[in-house]
């Protein structure tokens, strides 16, 4: 079976830095997505990562380990309007994408 | 531009009932995807569709049928609602299967009695 896992819910500082890990077991993997879901809203993507490393992107960065079978999506410089949740998802073979439950981010002052 | 639409954007229903989600991108993509969300649960893969005329079951699709017969419009049908179907769906579209980013409609938030 597929299996993907985060936190369910993480809190932070405004002005801090935040790191929310996705770790994978899939059957087969072509890249690793990172989406930003505001309440009540749609997924808006974030990054997509299929080889090893950092990929930077204003304030928000993600890192993926093939090997290891995780990744983490970097938050700096938090702002109030991050609070929302973040999911992390694996492009299969077939490319379809299996998704993880979300990480809720809240954010306080 | 408008993206993605989904109608409606809420709706109860009365269980037995025959529902249809309707779903329409002016991107002229090629992909399109159902998915439902359910509280603790990722998203869940429908159906989809690589090219108009094409569809192919995903994940959970029992109890749900699709069909493309352009490349704009991609309906949801419950033929018979249960109220396991109680859910949030959501259209979303990509250039081509293979492609790296959908985009997500607003979702619909399907009830069930």
């Known amino acids: 079976g597929q299996n993907i896992d985060q936190p369910t819910e993480m809190t932070a500082t405004e002005g801090a830095i935040v790191q929310i890990n996705c770790t994978y077991q899939?059957?087969?993997?072509?890249?690793l997505f990172w989406y930003q879901q505001h309440a009540g809203e749609a997924p808006t993507f974030l990054s997509y990562n299929v080889l090893d490393g950092l990929e930077e992107k204003g304030r928000f960065s993600s890192f993926l380990s093939r090997s290891k079978g995780y990744s983490y999506l970097l938050l700096k410089e938090l702002q109030m309007k991050d609070s929302a949740s973040y999911l992390c998802a694996v492009k299969m073979s077939n490319y379809q994408l299996i998704w993880g439950a979300g990480t809720k981010l809240i954010i306080k002052p | 531009i408008a993206g993605i639409t989904q109608a409606p954007t809420s709706q109860i229903l009365a269980a037995g009932r025959r529902m249809t989600l309707r779903c329409t991108q002016d991107?002229?993509?090629?992909?399109m995807y159902w998915y439902r969300q359910d509280l603790g649960l990722g998203l869940r893969l429908i159906h989809y569709s690589n090219t108009a005329g094409t569809t192919g079951k995903g994940e959970v699709p029992d109890g749900y049928s699709v069909s493309r017969a352009n490349t704009d419009d991609f309906p949801l049908t419950l033929a018979s609602a249960v109220p396991s179907q109680t859910s949030v769906y959501f259209c979303?579209?990509?250039?081509?299967?293979?492609?790296?980013?959908?985009?997500f409609g607003p979702g619909t938030r399907l009830t069930v009695l």
């Open positions: 991107m002229r993509h090629n992909a």
């Open positions: 979303a579209s990509s250039e081509g299967s293979e492609h790296n980013e959908q985009f």
């Open positions: 899939t059957s087969g993997f072509n890249g």
